[in-house]
């Protein structure tokens, strides 16, 4: 799959059912914040015209959408969008299972990532919830 820049790959909020990886591009990982004020969303609207908080960037050999792939009942956590113009590789759910009954190594690693990035995605979303983090003008000059 060839992508240019601004493509979604996969949306927030959307069930997953493929993983996939960078072979070239770089793409970026953003989080929904909807606790945020209106004039907090036009500010970083202004600054981010993909509309969320970037937690992350990725690019040649990475993957992605390991979450909502290896557990079909949880939503995507994250939007990732590209960036710049890429080329990615999609593997169905059907495909990877056939790969981890030989593999049982694959799944294991891919586990351990859906892990680490979960515990990211929780980090960054309690940062963006908490007014200690976002930097504010005085209320008086």
């Not at 202004?46 to 959408?65: K, V």
Request: hydrophobic share 35%.
């Amino acid at each position: 799959h060839t992508c240019i820049p601004g493509d979604v790959i996969i949306q927030a909020g959307e069930h997953g059912t493929d993983l996939y990886l960078i072979q070239y591009g770089v793409f970026s990982v953003t989080l929904e914040n909807d606790t945020r004020t209106t004039k907090e969303k036009e500010a970083e609207a202004a600054e981010d015209t993909r509309g969320g908080h970037e937690i992350a960037e990725l690019t040649e050999g990475n993957i992605f959408g390991e979450i909502g792939f290896l557990e079909p009942a949880r939503l995507r956590t994250a939007t990732v969008t590209a960036k710049t113009a890429g080329r990615i590789f999609s593997l169905p759910r059907a495909e990877f299972g056939k790969l981890c009954k030989e593999q049982r190594a694959v799944l294991r690693a891919l586990e351990s990532i859906a892990q680490q990035r979960l515990a990211t995605t929780k980090l960054s979303q309690q940062q963006m919830n908490d007014p200690r983090t976002h930097l504010r003008a005085p209320d008086r000059f």
